[in-house]
Antibody, heavy 118, light 107 residues
Framework: EVQLVESGGGSVQPGGSLRLSCAASGFTFRNYWMSWVRQAPGKGLEWVANIKQDENERNYADSVKGRFTISGDNANNSLYLQMNSLRADDTAVYYC???????????WGQGALVTVSS | DIQMTQSPSSLSASVGDRITITCRASQSISSSLNWYQQRPGKAPKLLIYDASSLQHGVPSRFIGTGYGTDFTLIITSLQPEDFATYYCHQSSRTPQTFGQGTKLDIK
């Protein structure tokens, strides 16, 4: 069974850092585009970043470029999102997703809540 | 960036109704358009990919049409479990972008 499980969410002060992890199982991690998508409380979905491990390619939304880093560990089938210089508007549920080979995000984690507040 | 504009932003309907949600892209995205359903407190669920392909396990009452810039999601004969929020999503160009969502509730 294909499964994604996020961890590492929590509360942090503005300017602080947090690292999200996503444990993947049931598929070969490096063969897929993996993304982080976030959703602020009561708001819509926002794509944050994606990575294709076997092509060493990664992309970021302008809103997080230079502050967030997406990475992966093929040996452990894990995806990460290192978030630095966090701001109040980064407060959201962060979802780890796997892109289907045919388009769209077919697999989602349960989400990890990140709250940035003083 | 490609802007995705969904309409309506909210919709009230009854069980058994047929409803249509539209999504317009600010530039052509071919058929790289996906639709999701999200229930409160849950992760989104992929319904339609590549504009008109039904994701495995999704009921056939969900229909996606369109190409280029104009797309529609049709739900024929609404069921109680269909009342949720729906999002379109373009995967043609980076950054990938979502519509603002359509909240479907019971009339």
């Amino acid at each position: 069974e294909v499964q994604l499980v996020e961890s590492g969410g929590g509360s942090v002060q503005p300017g602080g850092s947090l690292r999200l992890s996503c444990a993947a199982s049931g598929f070969t991690f490096r063969n897929y585009w993996m993304s982080w998508v976030r959703q602020a409380p009561g708001k819509g979905l926002e794509w944050v970043a994606n990575i294709k491990q076997d092509e060493n390619e990664r992309n970021y939304a302008d809103s997080v470029k230079g502050r967030f880093t997406i990475s992966g560990d093929n040996a452990n089938n894990s995806l990460y999102l290192q978030m630095n210089s966090l701001r109040a508007d980064d407060t959201a549920v962060y979802y780890c997703t796997r892109e289907s080979l045919y388009g769209g995000y077919a697999t989602w984690g349960q989400g990890a809540l990140v709250t940035v507040s003083s | 960036d490609i802007q995705m504009t969904q309409s309506p932003s909210s919709l009230s309907a009854s069980v058994g109704d047929r409803i249509t949600i539209t999504c317009r892209a600010s530039q052509s995205i071919s058929s790289s358009l996906n639709w999701y359903q999200q229930r409160p407190g849950k992760a989104p669920k992929l319904l339609i990919y590549d504009a008109s392909s039904l994701q495995h396990g999704v009921p056939s009452r969900f229909i996606g049409t369109g190409y280029g810039t104009d797309f529609t999601l049709i739900i024929t004969s609404l069921q109680p479990e269909d009342f949720a929020t729906y999002y379109c999503h373009q995967s043609s160009r980076t950054p990938q972008t979502f519509g603002q969502g359509t909240k479907l509730d019971i009339k």
